[in-house]
């Protein structure tokens, strides 16, 4: 799903990352652990292709996508990969079900399925009394949850968390971790998150830690005890 080769970013003398070489197979869930600091934000940006790498080769399923134009990178991104940020990033002035929608209208995809679609996640997410409204009349767990709905509104192969439980207290925290190992289950989707967060290092697949640039060590686990 993701074969990531060498990858180098510089931001002007700071190295950020030094050479990371990453795989990641369809329907594993990676997290990424390390000190603040050691390039994990900057390696997810690279993987998402929402910032390019100095040198070194990403594949998203095979496709080199730094042979694509900025415009069909964008197309591209919008189609097949989710982002779930710290920080939610709903945009304040639209509703819940608005937000949703957005990724769809992107795509130029039709108004009315795109509304149905953004209704059925919000029903999967509990989230149907809330889709009218506004992210600040909402919980922290709750404005979370509608942006995985946004993340999965174009149906991606994979989604890209950046501390997804980092400002979650520990109830909502535990609820979207086990969230997002349900859309793995039904839904085959990958996932690469980096977390602080020890439990969910723990129940993913693999934990990928990072330190200045480079990747330290990679801790497989065996998950056939864990049905
Ligand atoms: N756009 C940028 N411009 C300059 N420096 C940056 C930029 N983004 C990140 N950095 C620096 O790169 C280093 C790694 O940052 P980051 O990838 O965010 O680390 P992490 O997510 O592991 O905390 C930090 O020293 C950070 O200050
Ligand atoms: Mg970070």
């Known amino acids: 799903m993701i074969e990531a080769t060498g990858i180098t970013k510089n931001f002007g003398e700071l190295k950020v990352l030094k050479g990371v070489d990453l795989s990641v197979r369809q329907a594993e869930v ?5 000190p603040s600091g050691a390039g994990k934000t900057t390696l997810l940006q690279i993987l998402g292709t929402l910032d390019k790498a100095d040198s070194g080769q990403v594949l998203l399923k095979g496709k080199d ?4 134009s900025p415009k069909a990178l964008a197309a591209y991104r919008n189609e097949h990969i989710g982002f779930i940020f710290q ?3 709903l945009l304040p002035e639209f509703t819940a079900l608005e937000n949703v929608m957005i990724p769809g209208l ?5 108004e009315r399925e795109t509304k149905e679609r953004s209704k059925e996640l919000l029903a999967y997410l509990n989230l149907s009394e809330r889709a009218h409204h506004k992210p600040n009349e909402l919980s922290g767990g709750e404005k979370q949850r509608v ?3 946004r993340a999965l509104l174009n149906n991606p192969d994979l989604i890209l968390a950046d501390e997804p ?4 207290d520990s109830k909502n ?3 979207l971790h086990k969230l997002l190992f349900d859309l793995r289950d039904k839904f085959g989707l990958t996932i690469v998150i980096v977390t602080h967060d020890n439990e969910l290092a723990q129940l993913s697949d693999r934990r990928i830690r990072m330190k200045d640039g480079i990747v330290l060590q990679e801790t497989k686990e065996n998950h056939s005890f864990f049905p």
């Open 30 to 34: 990676v997290s990424i652990v390390g």
């Open 65 to 68: 996508i730094s042979k694509l």
């Open 87 to 89: 920080f939610h990033q």
């Open 106 to 110: 992107i795509a130029r995809k039709r």
């Open 147 to 149: 942006a995985v709905a």
């Open 165 to 168: 439980s980092g400002s979650l």
């Open 173 to 175: 925290k535990e609820e």
